[in-house]
């Protein structure tokens, strides 16, 4: 069964630093997002991506973060200057449509940032 | 933007019965539900799409109010394996999707 993919899972890093976080979506979904989980806390809503380019962004979703499709199966989420704040899960997930359609999200198991 | 859901957490033994309740401020074009694991990504369980649809599988089920902009999911004769996290996702605009706040529900012997 086709799954969404995430590396690494668990990844370290100082405070100030860049941090690429990398998904493969399934092949054939058209829909990719990106959530972060606190520990204990809700899912939050960053990023949701189409086309090649954002679709909608939430509010947390500031100028540290950037997304980008670099080719055919990738989807990176970067943070510029990681701040301690930014020490979450992060889920990738992707679906094959969006907006109001039936939209099922495939969510990835996640890489655990760690931020010192 | 974020749906409310209630109640927070929830404890049941097994065989009963629990209802999940979320509700937003703003129209929505659909209702997801999740069901998260400690440590696990969430998982998909159903999406609603239209007003006063109903759907279900297995012994969970799940209502959508348009108007009152609420859903509800139905989780009928628990098992254990029904313990989790249980989260409503709603879309009121475009492809933002906001997960709501989350109700934690364990299920004992």
């Known amino acids: 069964e086709p799954e969404v993919t995430q590396t690494p899972s668990h990844q370290v890093t100082q405070m100030g630093q860049e941090v690429i976080l990398r998904c493969v979506p399934i092949s054939n979904h058209l829909y990719f997002y990106w959530y972060r989980q606190i520990l204990g806390q809700k899912v939050e809503f960053l990023v949701s991506?189409?086309?090649?380019?954002?679709?909608?962004k939430s509010e947390i979703f500031d100028d540290q973060f950037s997304v980008e499709r670099p080719d055919g199966s990738n989807f990176t989420l970067k943070i510029r200057s990681t701040k301690l704040e930014d020490s979450a899960m992060y889920f990738c997930?992707?679906?094959?449509?969006?907006?109001?359609?039936?939209?099922?999200?495939?969510f990835g198991p996640g890489t655990r940032l760690t931020v010192l | 933007q974020q749906p409310v859901q209630s109640p927070q957490a929830v404890i049941l033994r097994e065989g009963e019965d629990a209802v999940i309740n979320c509700s937003s401020s703003?129209?929505?074009?659909?209702v997801h539900w999740y069901r998260q694991k400690h440590g696990e990504a969430p998982v998909f369980l159903m999406i609603?799409?239209?007003?006063?649809e109903q759907k279900g599988h297995d012994k969970i089920s799940a209502s959508f109010n348009e108007k009152k902009q609420q859903s509800s999911l139905y989780l009928t004769a628990s098992q254990l394996s029904y313990s989790g996290t249980y989260f409503c996702g709603t879309e009121n605009t475009g492809n933002q999707f906001y997960f709501g706040t989350g109700t934690s529900l364990t299920v004992i012997p």
């Open positions: 997930a992707s679906s094959l449509a969006g907006g109001s359609s039936y939209n099922e999200q495939f």
């Open positions: 991506f189409y086309n090649n380019e954002i679709s909608e």
């Open positions: 609603l799409l239209k007003g006063g």
């Open positions: 703003k129209a929505l074009y659909s």
